[in-house]
């Protein structure tokens, strides 16, 4: 008998890798696990070293997900206690839940509250209507359903859906980044001030208010990296080359990133730059995490995340979102601070985040609201 067989209910292949890690921390937090090879979990999460069940039922002989779901814990219901299912997105839907024995508990990866609340803040124009109906009836089967609890991945998030009226019982903070090391901030020499903006690039990220801040400093002491592949919607990759190619202090890396090239590139910048819009809800910024564990400071817009972090830590500078003024002071300002500045925030927030810190603190917390 498991304590959790674990898969993710949408086949997002790029969520594997945080399957993967959920699992680890169940087992390392004491708990019998193994991955149910329900959609890609058996080619992607093979190298994990959790074991793999590979189901009798297969999906190609049901006519719909739904019918496919319901067989699928109709198997797996015999052998376990819980389940982990994987990620809430905003066009996911949750109605094969109903399958689920209700002595069976299910958690699920919140990474949103707006994926549950799309009906409640009038964002009908900006999103499809399915995706609305999905907020309002996955909202529905949260509340209903006492036996599903909800992984976020830090305390402003929770806070987020306790004022949603969600209940603070069922809400299980699990960092979304971990460290299993310490890394010092890096110390400059005379070199230009290198910022990095890296990852998938759209037009939220607002690249243009950091190579407008740079151009209205001018000079030779700062150099701008955008590195990672743009989005193509509407010309946007197209636009952002001919924008980065105008301005000499901006370096573009155009293509998808390999782990190791993304790891050198936070490595040797003195700052991550994070420009993006305000969104309709917070949201963990896992590149804002990544650099502060690699001992690299951050210059983000003044609302949280960032600014929850910045004021906790000490670990960067902030600026007022969508004013050039203010981002090109916070430049000017991240060029005569010297590294040590950031130390011990750093190293503190480091501390907080390290793997057996988070196992400690993880263990304590699904045991206290989860195991009866």
């Known amino acids: 008998m498991y304590d959790f067989i674990i898969f993710e209910h949408t086949g997002l292949r790029n969520h594997m890798v945080d399957l993967c890690n959920i699992g680890q921390l169940l087992i390392d937090s004491g708990f019998k696990v193994a991955i149910a090879n329900v959609t890609n979990e058996g080619e992607l999460c093979s190298g994990s070293g959790i074991k793999i069940l590979n189901l009798i039922v297969k999906r190609e002989s049901f006519r719909s997900s739904s019918s496919y779901m319901k067989a699928v814990i109709k198997e797996l219901s015999p052998i376990t206690k819980n389940f982990y299912v994987g990620s809430i997105l905003s066009y996911t839907s949750l109605a094969w839940l109903k399958y689920v024995p209700p002595h069976h508990k299910v958690l699920l990866w919140a990474l949103r509250s707006f994926f549950f609340t799309q009906y409640r803040r009038l964002r009908l124009s900006r999103t499809y209507p399915l995706d609305f109906v999905h907020s309002i009836y996955n909202s529905w089967v949260i509340r209903k359903r006492k036996n599903i609890y909800l992984f976020v991945s830090d305390t402003i998030i929770r806070d987020e859906f306790v004022d949603l009226g969600y209940e603070r019982e069922r809400l299980i903070v699990r960092p979304e980044r971990t460290a299993k090391e310490m890394h010092p901030v890096k110390q400059r020499n005379n070199t230009p001030l290198t910022l990095l903006s890296i990852g998938a690039l759209r037009p939220g990220k607002r690249l243009d208010l950091c190579i407008d801040a740079l151009e209205a400093i001018g000079g030779s002491d700062f150099r701008l990296v955008i590195a990672g592949k743009a989005y193509t919607i509407n ?9 980065s190619g105008r301005c ?23 700052y991550l730059v994070l420009c993006d819009e305000k969104q309709p809800s917070c949201v963990t910024n896992g590149t804002m995490a990544e650099a502060l564990l690699m001992g690299r400071p951050i210059i983000a817009p003044n609302y949280n995340p960032y600014k929850f972090i910045i004021e906790k830590y000490g670990v960067g500078i902030l600026y007022e979102m969508y004013n050039k003024e203010s981002l090109k002071n916070a430049l000017l300002q991240a060029k005569e601070t010297v590294p040590s500045e950031f130390s011990v925030g750093i190293s503190n927030y480091q501390q907080d985040f ?8 993880f263990k304590e917390e699904i045991s206290s609201k989860l195991i009866s």
């Open 235 to 243: 010309g946007y990759d197209k636009k952002l080359e001919a924008r």
């Open 248 to 270: 000499p202090l901006v370096t573009r890396i155009p293509h998808r990133l390999s782990a190791e090239e993304y790891d050198k590139l936070v490595a040797d910048c003195d």
């Open 354 to 361: 390290m793997y057996n810190s988070v196992v400690s603190k």
